[in-house]
T-cell receptor, first 114, second 113 residues
Framework: DGGITQSPKYLFRKEGQNVTLSCEQN?????MYWYRQDPGQGLRLIYY???????QKGDIAEGYSVSREKKESFPLTVTSAQKNPTAFYLC?????????????FGEGSRLTVL | AQSVTQPDIHITVSEGASLELRCNYS??????LFWYVQSPGQGLQLLLK??????LVQGIKGFEAEFKRSQSSFNLRKPSVHWSDAAEYFC???????????FGAGTRLFVKA
């Protein structure tokens, strides 16, 4: 079945370490996104990518980096510059150029900084 | 600026009772509106969406929503709630293509027996 796979599901990090969250999709979608979810704040957009080798900052990009070398993959690196990285991270994708705007989500990765 | 407001942080309903979750949006043009549902520790799943046409839209799991332009609202309803409906519900608004989807803070639904 087509879908979005995020890994790892749970991740623990010491302060000062960079960590990379994986996101892979086999939906043949052009656009991919990373959202951060904190209790009571909904979802906030970190980065998004409309096509391979191109990406744009979202509303809270500071302390994060991404790459889009393949259509299927959109990894997110949480750097040591991110002051409060403990959160639930969601990857999503959507069809490029479609008017639907519907997002398809992975199951998320929970990052905890010790 | 675009925004989405879900006035209720949490709601508790009895199983079998009706449900209405409120959503108000602020958007300059005709909005693309969505409701998503999230079970604990999971990703979000689309319940329904509105782009144009009939203002009452049907979704999965027996949910429906009504778009009211005059009230800038897109409330989610279900006539009879099941225990499995307990989850968090997010209203969202997007521009064309969905590159900028704005989510509300969510409403957590509790279902009591």
């Amino acid at each position: 079945d087509g879908g979005i796979t995020q890994s790892p599901k749970y991740l623990f990090r010491k302060e000062g370490q960079n960590v990379t969250l994986s996101c892979e999709q086999n939906l043949n979608h052009d656009a991919m996104y990373w959202y951060r979810q904190d209790p009571g704040q909904g979802l906030r957009l970190i980065y998004y990518s409309q096509i391979v080798n191109d990406f744009q900052k979202g509303d809270i990009a500071e302390g994060y980096s991404v790459s889009r070398e393949k259509k299927e993959s959109f990894p997110l690196t949480v750097t040591s510059a991110q002051k409060n990285p403990t959160a639930f991270y969601l990857c999503a994708s959507s069809k490029q150029g479609a008017t639907t705007g519907e997002l398809f989500f992975g199951e998320g990765s929970r990052l905890t900084v010790l | 600026a675009q925004s989405v407001t879900q006035p209720d942080i949490h709601i508790t309903v009895s199983e079998g009772a009706s449900l209405e979750l409120r959503c108000n949006y602020s958007y300059g043009a005709t909005p693309y509106l969505f409701w998503y549902v999230q079970s604990p520790g999971q990703g979000l799943q689309l319940l329904l969406k509105y782009f144009s046409g009939d203002t009452l839209v049907q979704g999965i799991k027996g949910f429906e929503a009504e778009f009211k332009r005059s009230q800038s609202s897109f409330n989610l309803r279900k006539p009879s709630v099941h225990w499995s409906d307990a989850a968090e519900y997010f209203c969202a608004v997007a521009n064309t293509g969905g590159f900028k989807t704005i989510f509300g803070a969510g409403t957590r639904l509790f279902v009591k027996a």
